[in-house]
C-alpha cells in the first residue's frame, strides 16, 4: 500500500540549533516528492519539488534531499520565523488508477524557540 | 501573498442553509482542486477539475457539489452539511494535472456548521 510518513510529529529547537525532518515513502513509481510549509489558519506554502534519488534543492536555511525511500528537510541555524508545520506530500495515482494525485504525511509541526 | 484566492475567509451555516465558496486563479494554470482539512490532520483531497471538466471525485459525499465556470474560477456548493463537515476547505491549483508541476494553495475558508 502506498504510503508517506514524516517524523517526528513535533520538534522543539533552539535558534541556531540545526536539525532535519524525515519524510520515507513507498511508492509504486514515484511522480515528485513536494515539501510544504503551512502556518496556522494559512494554506500550505509551497518550499520545494524532487524527482529523482540524489536530487537536491536549497532555499535560504532549508535545504531538501531525496533517495530512494526518503526525503530530509534539512534546516540550518533556524529562526523563530521557522516556526511551522512541514508537510511532505508525493504525487502517485488515485484509487482508480486513471490519475495522479498528491497524498500528504502528517506533517512536522516545528517550534524554534528565541 | 497567495495567486491563489478563497473567498469568504469565514463562514457559519447551519444545516439547512445552502451557501458556495469561490476559488480564483490567474496563473493559467488548468488543474484545479479542493481539500479539506481538519485541525492537526493533512490536507484530504476531494475533487480535481482538468481543463474545465471533473477528473477525480473522491467519493465524497453528493452534499458537497463542485462547478467549474472557467479556466480560472471553482466554486464549492454546499447543502445540508453535517457538523463534522466543519473544517478548513483548501483550493489549489497546478498548471496540469498530469505533469509534475506543484499545486499552489489558496489561504482557504474555514467553515464551521451550526
Known amino acids: 500500500e502506498d504510503q508517506v510518513t514524516q517524523s517526528p510529529e513535533a520538534l522543539r529547537l533552539q535558534e541556531g540549533e540545526s536539525s532535519s525532518l524525515n519524510c520515507s515513502y513507498t511508492?509504486?513509481?514515484?511522480?515528485?516528492l513536494f515539501w510544504y510549509r503551512q502556518d496556522p489558519g494559512k494554506g500550505p506554502e509551497f518550499l520545494f519539488t524532487l524527482y529523482s534519488a540524489g536530487e537536491e534543492k536549497e532555499k535560504e536555511r532549508l535545504k531538501a534531499t531525496l533517495t530512494k525511500k526518503e526525503s530530509f528537510l534539512h534546516i540550518t541555524a533556524p529562526k523563530p520565523e521557522d516556526s511551522a508545520t512541514y508537510l511532505c506530500a508525493v504525487r502517485m495515482r488515485n484509487s482508480g488508477g486513471s490519475n495522479y494525485k498528491l497524498t500528504f504525511g502528517k506533517g512536522t509541526l516545528l517550534t524554534v524557540n528565541p | 501573498d497567495t495567486e491563489v484566492t478563497q473567498t469568504p475567509k469565514h463562514l457559519v451555516m447551519g444545516m439547512t442553509n445552502k451557501k458556495s465558496l469561490k476559488c480564483e486563479q490567474h496563473m493559467g494554470h488548468r488543474a484545479m482542486y479542493w481539500y479539506k482539512q481538519k485541525a492537526k490532520k493533512p490536507p484530504e483531497l476531494m475533487f480535481v477539475y482538468s481543463y474545465e471538466k471533473l477528473s477525480i471525485n473522491e467519493s465524497v459525499p453528493s452534499r458537497f457539489s463542485p462547478e467549474c465556470p472557467n479556466s480560472s474560477l471553482l466554486n464549492l456548493h454546499l447543502h445540508a452539511l453535517q457538523p463534522e463537515d466543519s473544517a478548513l476547505y483548501l483550493c489549489?491549483?497546478?498548471?496540469?494535472?498530469?505533469?509534475?508541476?506543484?499545486?499552489?494553495f489558496g489561504d482557504g475558508t474555514r467553515l464551521s456548521i451550526l
Open positions: 489549489a491549483s497546478s498548471q496540469d494535472q498530469a505533469g509534475n508541476q506543484p499545486q499552489h
Open positions: 511508492v509504486s513509481g514515484l511522480r515528485g
